[in-house]
């Protein structure tokens, strides 16, 4: 548990923007003998093989191809956005002649009072036209990070705001405004940031760049049980469902093994690299057709196929009990969590949560449940977005976590190694649909559920 801890901390310090999430699974995978894929290029897949392909440089999709015909796709998919601010265009604003701030606004649903007073630093990618005369007019993308403590976002004192303590609506472009530094005389912005990426600032045409928090993991609570990090939400799915994935074994003639990472959910994911693009399809689509199977065989597959959209849940607030729903009430260390939703939110049906819980149980990994308040609205996730493109039986879980959508969120110490382990026991079952009423599924076990 421990070690587990370990690396999925320092995951989440090498990832402090989603280019960099993707760019540290690119590298592992690349380590572990997977080829990369470029969409703008015909695929040549074999049986035996192991691949992935990136869209946009933040969401990516990573497969193994059987050394036999397959069934269908076992696909886990997680989302590598968190809600932060991102740097506006000309992002320089003056104060009193002396300070310098930056311009920013809202990515997703944040909370707010936690991005005070804290430590913030500056990471993404910048486009950089190439000048050199080979290159002429060709744009590249660097990623940077200025790795040090560079921004703070200062709170009003209590003398000036009595009312700070009695409930403040914050406004982001006005209390929201990024602190970084003073005399205006000195160094840009846009130059730190173009130095850091080692270019020259004229040369910078464009750039995504997003706030992040500073403060490290820690392990805490009285027996350790706890840990608190930035970006739990998602990167700790994103991290085991990475994890499983890698330590899954092949199993001959069975189904495709799908590790799918999307960006922009905290936003709602229609974008070309979100779960409601059709990125998911379009690589399962290629798949089939290079290794030379009909679509036929693809949609027949997709019949055979289970999806788990892993995005991470609500433990019960020890200090809000009232806000959960009544007997559905998730813990820390309690295990996975399933998440139930009447409207389709979460995709969760009574079969799909039927294998899920089939596999928990033959992996030893404890589970749960997750409702809202019938009187509340929840949020969504990926699942049910990824259905309207591709098709397939799915669960929506996630690890029981407090303070979602905060820069600093907490969650148990065990269950990120709960989620590895039913993550691996996922790639390697494989699920079949042969009449109405009936779905095996399959591995190093099996079960039956028959509709009577």
């Given at each position: 548990m ?20 993707v760019?540290?699974m ?7 003998g ?9 695929w ?14 933040s969401?990516?999709?990573?497969f193994?191809?059987?050394?036999e015909d397959y069934k ?5 998919a ?14 320089q ?5 002396v300070?310098?701030?930056l311009?920013v ?8 009072a936690?991005?005070f ?9 910048v486009?950089?036209?190439?000048n ?5 007019g ?23 705001n ?6 403040y609506?914050?406004?982001v ?5 990024p602190?970084?530094?003073m ?9 730190q940031?173009s130095?850091?990426?080692g270019?020259?600032?004229k ?5 995504d760049?997003?706030?992040?928090n500073?403060v490290?993991g820690s ?8 840990i608190?990090?930035?970006?739990l ?17 092949e199993?001959v003639g ?11 959910e905290?936003v709602?994911?229609?974008t070309?690299?979100g779960a ?19 679509s036929?065989?693809?949609r ?8 788990l959209?892993?995005?991470n849940?609500h433990?019960?607030h020890p200090n ?9 009430r998730?813990?820390m ?6 998440k139930?939703?009447a ?12 294998l899920f ?17 019938s009187d ?6 990926l ?12 669960v ?5 976590q407090?303070a979602?959508?905060?820069?600093y ?6 269950d ?15 699920v079949?649909?042969p ?6 599924c399959?591995?190093s ?8």
């Amino acid at each position: 548990m421990q070690e587990t801890v370990r690396e999925l901390f320092s995951f989440i310090e090498e990832s402090p923007s989603v280019f960099h999430v993707v760019e540290n699974m690119r590298r592992e995978l690349l380590g572990r003998g997977y080829g990369q894929l470029l969409e703008s290029e015909p695929w040549e897949l074999k049986a035996g093989g192991k691949y992935f392909v990136i869209r946009n440089g933040s969401s990516l999709i990573s497969f193994r191809i059987p050394r036999e015909d397959y069934k269908g796709f076992q696909i886990m998919a997680s989302h590598c956005d968190s809600p932060t601010f991102k740097i506006k265009e000309n992002p320089q604003m003056e104060a009193e002649g002396v300070y310098v701030r930056l311009n920013v606004e809202k990515y997703g649903g944040a909370l707010l009072a936690p991005w005070f007073d804290r430590p913030l630093s500056v990471a993404g990618r910048v486009l950089v036209r190439k000048n050199v005369a080979e290159e002429q007019g060709r744009i590249v993308s660097k990623l940077v990070d200025i790795d040090r403590d560079l921004l703070l976002i200062p709170s009003l004192a209590i003398h000036m705001n009595r009312e700070a303590n009695d409930g403040y609506k914050y406004n982001v472009q006005k209390d929201l405004i990024p602190l970084y530094g003073m005399d205006l005389d000195k160094e840009t912005f846009m130059e730190q940031i173009s130095g850091a990426a080692g270019v020259c600032a004229k040369d910078v045409v464009g750039y995504d760049l997003f706030l992040y928090n500073r403060v490290k993991g820690s392990v805490w609570g009285a027996k350790e049980e706890f840990i608190s990090s930035g970006k739990l939400d998602d990167l700790q799915c994103v991290f085991a469902s990475l994890k499983g994935f890698l330590q899954s074994e092949e199993r001959v003639g069975e189904s495709v093994p799908v590790h799918c990472v999307f960006d922009n959910e905290e936003v709602g994911s229609s974008t070309r690299q979100g779960a409601a693009s059709t990125f998911l399809q379009d690589t399962l689509v290629r798949v089939n057709e290079a290794m030379g199977r009909s679509s036929g065989d693809y949609r027949r597959s997709l019949s055979q196929s289970f999806m788990l959209s892993a995005d991470n849940a609500h433990a019960v607030h020890p200090n809000y009990p009232d806000k959960a729903c009544p007997t559905n009430r998730p813990k820390m260390n309690g295990g996975i969590v399933i998440k139930y939703n009447a409207e389709q939110r979460y995709t969760t049906d009574g079969v799909a949560a039927a294998l899920f819980k089939d596999l928990c149980g033959r992996a030893n990994v404890p589970w749960q449940t997750f409702h809202n308040r019938s009187d509340e609205r929840g949020g969504s996730t990926l699942g049910n977005l990824s259905g309207n493109q591709v098709a397939v039986k799915c669960v929506d879980i996630g690890l029981a976590q407090l303070a979602m959508h905060s820069p600093y969120e907490t969650a148990g110490a065990a269950d990120t190694d709960y989620l590895v382990r039913a993550a691996k026991a996922f790639y390697e079952m494989s699920v079949d649909e042969p009449e109405y009423g009936v779905v095996e599924c399959s591995s190093s076990f099996n079960s039956r559920i028959t509709a009577k």
